[in-house]
């Protein structure tokens, strides 16, 4: 059983198009993450959810807008893409902070390999 | 702010030889600390983390870490290398807020 799935894996596409990537947990964990993982491995958060309201936005343009249609998915569009949106999208869950305390441990999805040409 | 430093960027060991990972952490509180690892093509997996207590910890794949609050250092051990040890290690934070901060990465690469 995949804890974090994402799809798709991969993703290539033209300039300008609009996308959409999704993420589910099955772990029942409240709070989900969008990160973005640059060409140097740099992973930076994007967003993040808590049993679907949104808790962090990061300075993420606003073509970027995460949906958390219930806890357990979390699903981001990309409208216009440009070329630097270029990268690895890692999805995450973790327990979060209802129930006791949160520690911040994440679980990773994949990721999905985005590619603009 | 809170911030997390790995100064390597890569470091090769050879197979059977001893590994040391730096890390160094910014944070005002006792942090919670966590290492990851990345193979090619993959996600992140939690090898170790500190909250609290002992100071040596423990983690997966025989990877151990030393939590120095007078160093703010978390550095990642272990004591003989493997071929399939080869990745991406991020040394990460929690900042509060349900935020992990993650370093700029340490590419392992091992030699026969």
């Known amino acids: 059983d995949t804890a974090v799935s994402q799809t798709p894996k991969y993703l290539v596409t033209q300039m300008g198009n609009d996308k959409s990537i999704k993420c589910e947990q099955n772990l029942g964990h409240d709070t989900m993450y969008w990160y973005k993982q640059d060409s140097k491995k740099f992973l930076k958060i994007m967003f993040s959810?808590?049993?679907?309201?949104?808790?962090i936005n990061e300075t993420v343009p606003n073509r970027f807008s995460p949906k958390s249609p219930d806890k357990a998915h979390l699903n981001l569009h990309i409208n216009s893409l440009e070329l630097g949106d270029s990268a690895v999208y890692f999805c995450a869950s973790t327990p979060g902070a209802s129930g006791g305390m949160n520690t911040g441990e994440l679980f990773f999805g994949e990721g999905s390999r985005l590619t603009v040409l | 702010a809170q911030s997390v430093t790995q100064p390597d960027i890569h470091i090769t060991v050879s197979e059977g030889a001893s590994l040391e990972l730096r890390c160094n952490y910014s944070?005002?509180?006792?942090?919670?600390l966590f290492w990851y690892v990345q193979s090619p093509g993959q996600g992140l997996q939690l090898l170790l983390k500190?909250?609290?207590?002992?100071?040596l910890v423990q983690g997966i794949k025989g990877f151990e870490a030393e939590f120095k609050r007078s160093q703010s250092s978390f550095n990642l051990r272990k004591p003989s290398v493997h071929w399939s040890d080869a990745a991406e290690y991020f040394c990460?934070?929690?900042?509060?807020?349900?935020?992990?901060?993650f370093g700029t990465g340490t590419r392992l690469l091992v030699s026969p």
């Open positions: 990460a934070v929690n900042t509060g807020f349900q935020k992990l901060v």
């Open positions: 959810y808590n049993n679907k309201e949104l808790i």
């Open positions: 500190y909250f609290s207590g002992d100071t």
């Open positions: 944070y005002g509180a006792t942090p919670y």
